[in-house]
């Protein structure tokens, strides 16, 4: 047998040279293009953020002129008289009297049947209505500056618990009454990670979910958010429990935001801690939920 490879290109491990650098190459290219689909998706959310936030526009003080159409002129009347800059307009009058109000005579009965009902005995459709429409959004310091709109006419209340863990949450979950809203959107659990007890985390997720649906009609959780300056070890806490969340609300049949690919790798969106939302990514976030309320 003959050997195709020059003795100088085997490398140690009888491994070639030029494969151990094709290999390398390869990786780059790959590594390169990952970086640019990276940009490409930073410059279409850029674009997509300058499109929709509102712009401040600067009225000039000119005068501005009222002009009268020709045929609203006609349905002034016609000037008669004309004094200097005053003008006399004939308004038109009809010529048909207006009907008197009939008054009724001394010897007509007068009813004295009370045909409206107590306040108190007709049910209270409104309130009910209102209530299967509501939204409530709860949450930690995340949805701080969120602003949902909901979709026709249901109200959006958001309820922010600064530094609130799970346990929490559910705490005030539990002193709602059932069916107190319509829809019930959750986003909990960042605070959780750094007490190191994913078991007792995933315990208390799993209890608070039962607990919300109870509560409401339809139940959304919201995924964790990640964070600009984080270790290793803080990294893989925050993927390991959000990739369970999620997995376990579809199979439990709950709406799920996935938030983390639109805020991975995007410090524009966080303040100088890196770890609370600026308006660019209170937006952003409010944008999801919002979404999700659609469908």
Not at 144 to 154: A, I
Not at 272 to 290: E, K, M, P, T, Y
Request: with cysteine.
């Amino acid at each position: 047998m003959y050997c195709l490879v020059a003795p100088a290109d085997i490398v140690e491990h009888f491994i070639c040279s030029k494969c151990v650098t094709k290999n390398d190459l390869m990786r780059k290219v790959h590594d390169l293009e990952e970086h640019i689909k990276n940009l490409i998706c930073i410059q279409e959310t850029s674009s997509w953020l300058d499109s929709v936030c509102p712009e401040v526009y600067v009225m000039s003080n000119s005068a501005s002129t009222l002009t009268i159409p020709s045929t609203a002129k006609e349905k002034l009347g016609t000037p008669e008289h004309s004094h200097g800059n005053w003008v006399i307009v004939w308004s038109e009058k009809s010529n048909e009297a207006k009907p008197k109000p009939r008054v009724p005579g001394s010897g007509s009965p007068v009813q004295t049947q009370n045909r409206f009902s107590a306040l108190s005995s007709l049910p209270n459709n409104n309130n009910n209505n209102n209530n299967n429409n509501n939204v409530l959004i709860l949450g930690d310091t995340a949805i701080r500056n969120v602003k949902v709109w909901g979709p026709g006419n249901r109200n959006v209340k958001v309820t922010c618990f600064p530094h609130a863990r799970v346990s929490d949450i559910q705490a005030h979950i539990s002193s709602l009454a059932n069916n107190v809203v319509s829809t019930m959107m959750v986003h909990v659990g960042g605070n959780d990670i750094r007490f190191q007890h994913s078991e007792v985390l995933k315990s208390h997720s799993i209890s608070m979910c039962n607990n919300a649906r109870r509560k409401c009609c339809n139940l959304i959780v919201s995924g964790l958010l990640p964070r600009v300056f984080m270790g290793d070890i803080m990294y893989s806490r925050l993927v390991s429990f959000n990739t369970w969340l999620e997995t376990w609300c579809r199979s439990n049949r709950i709406s799920f935001v996935n938030n983390w690919d639109y805020f991975w790798e995007r410090p524009r969106f966080f303040t100088h801690d890196g770890i609370h939302l600026n308006w660019r990514g209170s937006f952003v976030l409010s944008q999801n939920l919002a979404c999700k309320l659609q469908d």
